[in-house]
């Protein structure tokens, strides 16, 4: 069973979203553990005080190194060890890829900071990974650690009902997914593919392909050109709007 370790100052913030749907069907299922840890827990003042004033001066405060170090190294003196991640807009960004890679481990430890950031003698001495949900910025590192969480929990052996919902979804090899259908076949004069009602398999595969193809190439072709993908394919599918 994977554990998940979580440390943040607003640990109930992550009450409703790990209550329910699969990530709640995975704990259940003990699939994986997740544990909420209060930062504060591990300060020494009856204020319970994690931040303090910049050195050097300007805006706003940063989140002091004893906390940070106290818990962590607390967290750690379990089996196994961990990966200790830390959110951050600096961080590299976080990928498909990284999340299957996560969803290896037995063990992860995220760190959701706030305020204007971390000393930076966590980064360099306990930090393990730093990671980014995008280029934004939001209040502070627990909603980039529920969609981590999130992502990496649906990995897991048995935490989907099917298998291929996994291999088939945007992303997995840098194309994004194709167009889903369902009853009624014609809405307001729209109607299904005709090739998705004829129930030849090799020609829905092909279309679902190249729908990915086409898909990626006019929303994400920064994708695309990493992708796995002949030229006849690029040809056939991936023209500009103007040229089909």
Known sequence: ???IDIVSIFPEMFDGPFGASIIKRAVDARLVEIALHDLRDWTDDRHR???DAPYGGGAGMVMRVEPWFRAVESLREAEPRGRTVLMTPQGKPFTQALAAEFAQEDRLILCAARYEGIDERVREHLIDDELSIGDFVVSGGEVPAMVVVDA???LLPGALGSADSVVEESFNDDLLEYPHYTRPAEFRGWPVPEVLLGGNHAEIAA??????IRRTADRRPDLLARADVRQDELDEWALPDEAR
């Open 49 to 51: 005080t994690v931040d």
């Open 152 to 154: 990496v929990v649906r």
């Open 1 to 3: 069973m994977m554990r």
């Open 207 to 212: 279309w679902r392909r190249g729908q990915r």
